[in-house]
C-alpha cells in the first residue's frame, strides 16, 4: 500500500499555498515542552498553526476532582494555545486512556482532514509513557488514513490528497525508556522564541505542585528551560533549541519533501552525524 501511496503523493495535485502545521501530543503541556518553538517559528514564517492534546489532563492532581481538573487544563491549555498564537482543538481522550483504538482513530483522522496539514508535529515514537507513545501511533496512522477514502472517520470528513511531512519531537529527558540517549535529526533554534515558551508552559498552572509530588520535577519551568539548553549546546550552534527526527516519507509525502528545512532557514540545523547513521544495518 504505501508504495503505491507514494506515487499517489508524487502525483497529486498539491495546492503550494496550502501552509499548515498541526501539533499533536498527549496531554496538556507537553507541546509546550518539546514542540512549542518550533510551532511559533512556523508561524512567523507564515504557516497557520494548530494545537492539539489528545488527552484532557484529567488525572493530573492530588486535589481536584477528574471534572473539575478536566475544566481546569482547558482553560489552561486555551490560554496556552493563544500566547502560541494556534488555533486550539479540544480533546478527544483523557490521562491513561490513550490507547491506538479505531474510535480514537476515527476522530482524530477527522481533525486531521479538516485542518489538512502540510507538517504534523507530535511525540518521539519511544517516550517514557505510552500516553505518549500512543498518541504518536494514532497521529502517523490518522495522518496516513487522510487520503483513504474508504476510511470513515467521526465525524465524517472527505479524504483529501496533499502532502504531509511528519516531525517526531524529542522523549523527555532525551532519552528512551530503556534509559538509552536519544539524538535529534534536526536542531531547530528557539532562542528568539524562549520567553513566548515560558509564558505557555506558565500558563498550565495546576502542574507545578502535581510533577514536584509525581515525578521530582522541582521546578517545571526550570526543567524545560534545561531541556531546551542541553539541546541547543548538542547542536554546537544554537543557546536554546528543539529537536526533531523526521519520520520515513512513504505515505506521507515526496522523498525529498523537507518542510522544517527549506521554512526555517537559518534557524534549521541538520545533525550530520544523525544523517551519516541512517544508513547503518540495525
Not at 498564537?85 to 482532514?113: C, M, Q, V, W
Not at 510533577?211 to 550552534?237: H, I, P, V, W
Request: glycine share 6%.
Amino acid at each position: 500500500m504505501f508504495l503505491h501511496l507514494t506515487r499517489l503523493m508524487n502525483n497529486a495535485p498539491i495546492d503550494s499555498r496550502k501552509r499548515t502545521v498541526l501539533a499533536v501530543a498527549g496531554h496538556p503541556d507537553d507541546i509546550e515542552f518539546m514542540m512549542a518553538g518550533t510551532l511559533v517559528l512556523l508561524k512567523k514564517a507564515g504557516f497557520e498553526t494548530h494545537y492539539l492534546n489528545i488527552s484532557s489532563g484529567n488525572c493530573g492532581s492530588l486535589v481536584h476532582s477528574a471534572s473539575k481538573l478536566k475544566k481546569l487544563r482547558e482553560k489552561e491549555a486555551r490560554k496556552a494555545a493563544v500566547i502560541l498564537g494556534a488555533e486550539f482543538h479540544p480533546s478527544i481522550g483523557n490521562d491513561l486512556e490513550i490507547f491506538y483504538d479505531l474510535k480514537t482513530l476515527r476522530r482524530l483522522a477527522a481533525i486531521i482532514r479538516e485542518v489538512q496539514p502540510s507538517i504534523l508535529l507530535t511525540h518521539s515514537p519511544v517516550d517514557y509513557m505510552e500516553d505518549h507513545t500512543n498518541s504518536c501511533r494514532l497521529a502517523l496512522t490518522a495522518a496516513f488514513a487522510r487520503c483513504l477514502p474508504n476510511f470513515k472517520t467521526i465525524p465524517p470528513r472527505p479524504h483529501y490528497l496533499g502532502e504531509i511531512s511528519v516531525y517526531h519531537a524529542m522523549p523527555h529527558g532525551l532519552r528512551d525508556p530503556l534509559r538509552r540517549r536519544v539524538a535529534p535529526g534536526i536542531f531547530v533554534n528557539t532562542s528568539s522564541v524562549q520567553d513566548l515558551k515560558f509564558a505557555a508552559l506558565a500558563s498550565h498552572a495546576s502542574q507545578q505542585d502535581w510533577l514536584d509530588a509525581s515525578q521530582k520535577m522541582n521546578s517545571y519551568l526550570q526543567t524545560m528551560d534545561d531541556f531546551g539548553r542541553e539541546l541547543g549546546q548538542m547542536s554546537g550552534k544554537f543557546k536554546y533549541a528543539e529537536g526533531w527526527r523526521r519520520h520515513l516519507h512513504y505515505g506521507f509525502c515526496g522523498e525529498a519533501t523537507d518542510p522544517l528545512r527549506t521554512s526555517l532557514g537559518k534557524f534549521h540545523r541538520i545533525n550530520q552525524d544523525y544523517e551519516k547513521n541512517l544508513n547503518r544495518t540495525w
